[in-house]
């Protein structure tokens, strides 16, 4: 099994949109018009307020191009660790990459696997029947940074393994990866994965 390599909450989707909070207010009686245009000013404030916090207010925002570089080569290189692991099937090397804490996977079978216990069951399963990989390569391979502790990894891949069996297997498909650094260093708390088919 080769390693397989969600959408971020619009942070002002509780706000009116601006055009709304700046469209000019038609209010014909004279005594409400002070109070409403003070409201209208209090959401305007608010509004303008909550963009700025949302934009600049979040520490884990990389702050520069340097960040999104250093988070890019970091996740990088653990993918890199990743896939060496897979290539000599050193199964507990594999799986220290891993959150044990909080994990998910979308199978490309069309199943979904809830726990890292469950997983590791399947995937130590599965690499037992494997003698070794003839071919394993990723391309192209991208890495999306959210935030200095986030970060999703895309690619596609090709490999060719020998069972024990003596079975030569051949599989192409494509992954997605969310790496996580809260715990400190960066471990895989999803992944999603799907095969091309042969004729593909």
Not at 80 to 107: C, E, G, I, M, W
Not at 112 to 132: K, L, Q
Request: proline letters at 6%.
């Amino acid at each position: 099994m080769a390693p397989s390599l969600m959408a971020v909450p619009n942070l002002g989707a509780h706000l009116p949109p601006l055009p709304i909070l700046m469209r000019p207010l038609e209010i014909a009686c004279g005594p409400m018009q002070g109070r409403v245009h003070a409201m209208h000013q209090a959401l305007l404030t608010a509004f303008v307020a909550a963009t700025l916090l949302a934009a600049s207010g979040c520490s884990q925002i990389p702050s520069s191009t340097t960040d999104l570089t250093q988070v890019e080569l970091q996740v990088m290189a653990r993918f890199q660790s990743l896939v060496d692991a897979a290539r000599s099937l050193d199964t507990p090397a594999y799986l220290r990459h891993f959150d044990q804490r909080k994990f998910s996977s979308l199978n490309e079978d069309g199943t979904v696997t809830s726990s890292y216990p469950n997983f590791r069951d399947a995937f130590t399963a599965g690499t037992g029947h494997i003698e070794r990989y003839e071919k394993l390569t990723f391309a192209p391979v991208k890495v999306i940074v959210i935030d200095r502790l986030t970060a999703i990894l895309i690619n596609e891949y090709e490999a060719t393994v020998t069972l024990k069996s003596g079975q030569l297997v051949h599989v192409r498909g494509a992954g997605s990866q969310v790496w996580n650094r809260a715990s400190g260093e960066w471990l895989l708390v999803s992944v999603s994965s799907s095969n091309k088919s042969s004729a593909g």
